[in-house]
């Protein structure tokens, strides 16, 4: 008797499974009769990116990089060639150079990355952005990661590490010299130059100079944009000499 109880519970135990599987549909079928409907289906709507529509300003664009999620894209989606890329970045690094604050070294990686740079609580709020980074993993470590606008080919965003010793005697004044160098070759390249000095003299501008433990200078700028409100970018230089740029909200 007990041999017969347990292939009878095996078989209700699967009925009970194949009930469980059919029941939503067994359901959804009698609702859809009672309002005199039946089920119906369609192909799933490919939803197309259309990157068009946003005319941001430049504050805007570097505003929505303070909280923007990114996400790749295909180059054939930007306006910008790879060429275009290249052309932008080496226009960038050599006014780097010719300042004194940059040396170029050979990538042993490079990369070159299409994005799209949305806002997460609002995603028709984007913009379209090529990634570029430089990897060299011979002595001196060195890597550089540059953030470029695909509508007007100027640089949003950069982002430079190298892995040196360096005299705390003389940091303070390096790092001053790399950040006035550094902003003026940034702001000029933006268009915000003129903006920035007429915010200043208003005392509209909070500017925000501040040397840290470790050998790192920072230096914080207020802007205000037309479609995000108020925010800040943030330059940090370390006695190696690296650099980079930081959005703050």
Request: glycine share 4%; hydrophobic share 45%.
């Amino acid at each position: 008797m007990k041999k017969l109880k347990m292939p009878l519970a095996i078989v209700l135990t699967v009925v009970l499974l194949l009930l469980c599987a059919v029941l939503p549909k067994f359901v959804s079928s009698i609702i859809d009769i009672k309002s005199g409907q039946s089920p119906s289906y369609t192909d799933m709507v490919t939803i197309q990116l259309d990157l068009r529509g946003n005319s941001f300003t430049t504050t805007d664009k570097l505003a929505l990089m303070c909280t923007a999620e990114a996400t790749n894209i295909s180059q054939d989606q930007m306006t910008m060639s790879e060429d275009d890329v290249h052309a932008a970045v080496t226009t960038f690094l050599k006014q780097l150079e010719s300042a004194g604050i940059f040396s170029g070294f050979e990538p042993t990686v490079l990369s070159i990355q299409p994005k799209l740079m949305f806002d997460l609580t609002d995603s028709s709020q984007h913009i379209a952005v090529w990634t570029v980074s430089f990897t060299c993993d011979e002595k001196p470590y060195q890597s550089l990661l540059l953030d470029i606008d695909d509508e007007t080919g100027q640089i949003l965003c950069v982002s430079y590490n190298i892995y040196r010793s360096y005299e705390m005697e003389t940091v303070w004044e390096h790092n001053a010299m790399v950040i006035d160098a550094l902003t003026d070759i940034y702001f000029s390249q933006l268009g915000l130059v003129e903006a920035m000095n007429t915010a200043a003299i208003n005392s509209e501008q909070i500017y925000d100079y501040n040397e840290v433990d470790g050998g790192v200078t920072e230096a914080v700028y207020m802007f205000e944009s037309p479609l995000f409100g108020e925010f800040y970018i943030q330059f940090t230089v370390d006695g190696a000499g690296g650099f980079s740029t930081v959005f703050l909200q």
